[in-house]
């Protein structure tokens, strides 16, 4: 009622709803988001139980602290909710996770809930391999429902992370643009100005944008993408990688592997600005394997090159991944990364 008065009032003042409700501009959303981590390995460990409480609680304020500006936290919903209808999500998971928000949002970070590993439809999330996809996807609708109406009143710097790594073997394109399209209503019915993160087709990846199709009249959103690129000096050695087979790769930030990223990147903005929707780069970084320097060249560069291309991003990722930015055991950042990430 009174926002309804409000509008009115702004209506006549000759203000637009995008003016009245800045969270709703997913450019300024976007620079809200800025410069981010990923938190894996806390409500992404399947079967495993969620510790109490689930991440120290200084390890949020370390984050704020080292610069950063948005938490991607990585969420396995599909391990924490009922296998059959009506698919309910545990709710003291749910309320672990909450906390997490609270923490993130006491520290001004913005936060992303993701939705990760989700069965046969997202990236190495092949918990059930005899799954039916009719199933698969009412239970995936069924989720974003209760996740819509658990948020709803969320403040804005929450977002949802509609999927992912959409499969390339089990959805492609054309079935992950038509999941999009039945998911963003479900979505927008309790959360009408919600930014969403909506990621490319076939892994996330730069190569798929062409084919990414969200409705024109939805613009509460932001395009996620994601950057291993080159693969096998990024997942070298990775068990869970093709790229497995390569060591002793190295990043020298040469001519030509800076012309590589800055072509990828080029090709992704020029598609932003055409379709006037902004870019957040939600994953990025290099495993462990590779030899630090290498890392930290690489890391550092595809940072500036995001920057320069108003691209938010989030590194993966802070801890438990092989990428790690934070040394749990030593309680502080790994410099070199860190300094690549925030100079
Ligand atoms: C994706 C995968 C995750 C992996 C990461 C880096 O997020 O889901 O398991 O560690 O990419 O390869």
Same mark, same amino acid.
């Given at each position: 009622? !009174?926002? &309804?008065?409000f509008l009115a009032l702004a209506a006549l003042a000759g203000l637009s709803a995008m003016a009245v409700f800045p969270q709703s501009d997913p450019f300024a959303q976007n620079r809200r988001l800025g410069r981010g981590i990923n938190i894996p390995g806390v409500f992404d460990r399947g079967g495993a139980t969620?510790?109490?409480?689930? =991440? #120290?609680?200084?390890?949020?304020?370390?984050?704020?602290?080292?610069?950063?500006?948005n938490v991607r936290l990585v969420i396995r919903w599909s391990s924490y909710s009922q296998q059959e209808p009506p698919f309910g999500i545990d709710a003291g998971f749910l309320k672990k996770v909450d906390w997490a928000v609270d923490q993130c949002i006491a520290q001004g970070l913005a936060v992303v809930l993701d939705f990760h590993y989700y069965p046969l439809i997202s990236f190495t999330g092949?918990? *059930?391999?005899?799954?039916?996809?009719? #199933?698969?996807? *009412?239970?995936?609708?069924?989720?974003?429902? /209760?996740?819509?109406?658990?948020?709803?009143?969320?403040?804005?710097?929450? =977002?949802?992370? =509609? @999927? &992912?790594?959409?499969? !390339?073997?089990n959805l492609g394109a054309d079935a992950w643009n038509s999941l999009i399209?039945?998911?963003?209503? @479900?979505?927008?019915?309790?959360?009408?100005?919600?930014?969403? @993160?909506?990621?490319?087709?076939? %892994? %996330?990846?730069? %190569?798929?944008?062409?084919? @990414? !199709?969200?409705?024109?009249?939805?613009?509460?959103?932001?395009?996620?993408?994601?950057?291993?690129?080159?693969?096998?000096?990024?997942?070298? /050695?990775?068990?869970?990688?093709?790229?497995?087979?390569?060591k002793d790769i190295h990043w020298t930030a040469s001519e030509e592997e800076r012309a590589a990223v800055d072509a990828a990147f080029a090709k992704v903005a020029a598609w932003s600005e055409k379709n006037n929707r902004p870019l957040y780069l939600g994953e990025f970084g290099a495993y462990q394997a590779a030899d630090m320097p290498s890392r930290v060249r690489w890391t550092d560069y595809v940072v500036r090159t995001a920057g320069k291309n108003a691209m938010s991003w989030s590194y993966w990722g802070f801890w438990r991944c092989g990428f790690d930015a934070f040394d749990a055991r030593a309680e502080n950042w790994t410099k070199p990364l860190l300094k690549a990430l925030l100079p």
């Open positions: 009622m !009174r926002s &309804n008065r969620v510790p109490e409480p689930p =991440m #120290k609680p200084e390890y949020f304020r370390k984050i704020k602290d080292a610069g950063f500006t092949t918990e *059930a391999s005899n799954e039916d996809p009719q #199933k698969n996807r *009412a239970r995936f609708l069924a989720l974003w429902q /209760q996740l819509s109406e658990h948020y709803r009143s969320s403040p804005p710097e929450v =977002m949802f992370g =509609m @999927l &992912n790594e959409p499969s !390339r073997q399209a039945e998911t963003i209503p @479900l979505i927008r019915r309790a959360n009408p100005n919600r930014t969403l @993160l909506i990621q490319t087709a076939n %892994g %996330g990846g730069f %190569g798929s944008i062409d084919d @990414l !199709r969200i409705p024109g009249n939805e613009r509460s959103t932001i395009v996620e993408v994601h950057y291993y690129d080159p693969g096998r000096f990024t997942h070298q /050695q990775a068990s869970w990688s093709s790229n497995r087979i390569y």
